[in-house]
């Protein structure tokens, strides 16, 4: 399979942390969602069986075909779609109830369209749930994605399109903060080679196989220095009001 995207497995141990922390937004999901929901950018389907027993219906839209088709497979009453987005051509206006996107807005070259065409699909009402990282807290550079945000930034790109925002953030307990800083003090040892800075020169798609073995180097490591990135669990990450202060933001968008 031609791999286009970063993806972090549920079966290896050493992506544990990263996989639990995306887990959390969707169970923090399923308990919101009802009705017609569209999730943009479903991957291997993460969230899929508890957005799917939710919504009376489930859409799920990504990029490759491959997966689409694993998960049509998988899930026969929901509908998937494979696509290049944004634009999303093939859905009509005022569709959706809820719209699910998590770790997705920053793959997205044209982000201001993606907004604008969520807006779109949703009905009166409806709401946009939408995670993405907290670039305060990134160690490096991530030639995955196109770019970052900031708090302010991101509310200021949603609120260009949606009237009422909520912005809150992920946050994790001290044994994830533990981890983080285990896994900051490891990267920097990594990066002091980079001498010449080239993590933030070189084009994103020549860094995206070397950052993907020292991702997966630097993982094994902390997992097998004292095995905390096993114990974590989704569990151990909380929805937080300070989003600025958060490894990752919540914000939930109303049209």
């Known amino acids: 399979m031609y791999k286009t995207t970063e993806i972090t497995s ?41 957005l799917t027993k939710a919504a009376n219906h489930y859409t ?35 569709t959706f109830d809820y719209i699910v996107t998590f770790q997705v807005i920053e793959h ?26 907290n670039k305060s807290f990134s160690l490096t550079r991530n030639p995955w994605h196109v770019r970052e945000y900031y708090a302010d930034g991101l509310k200021a790109l949603i609120t260009k399109y949606f009237p009422t925002i909520e912005t809150k953030g992920i946050h994790g307990n001290n044994k994830v903060m533990t981890y983080y800083e285990q896994n900051k003090e490891s990267v920097k040892k990594l ?25 997966r180097l630097n993982r094994n490591r902390l997992l097998q220095a004292d095995g905390l990135a096993a114990q974590i669990n989704y569990t151990d990450y909380q929805v937080s009001q300070d989003p600025a202060g958060s490894l990752d933001f919540f914000y939930i968008a109303t049209k």
């Open 108 to 133: 997205i070259e044209n982000d201001d369209l993606f907004v604008k065409e969520a807006y779109r699909v949703l009905k009166p009402g409806g709401k946009l749930l939408l995670t993405t990282v």
């Open 60 to 94: 799920g839209i990504d990029k490759n075909q491959e997966l689409i088709n694993a998960l049509q497979a998988e899930y026969p009453q929901s509908t998937f779609i494979s696509a290049n987005i944004p634009p999303l051509r093939t859905l009509a206006d005022n």
């Open 191 to 215: 990066t002091r080679f980079d001498i010449f800075n080239l993590q933030y020169r070189l084009p994103r798609r020549l860094l995206q196989v070397p950052y993907d073995l020292m991702n």
């Open 10 to 50: 549920a079966e290896i141990a050493s992506d544990n942390p990263v996989h639990q922390r995306l887990l959390f937004p969707y169970v923090e999901a399923a308990q919101m969602v009802s009705g017609n929901v569209l999730e943009i950018g479903c991957g291997w389907g993460r969230g899929l069986e508890l």
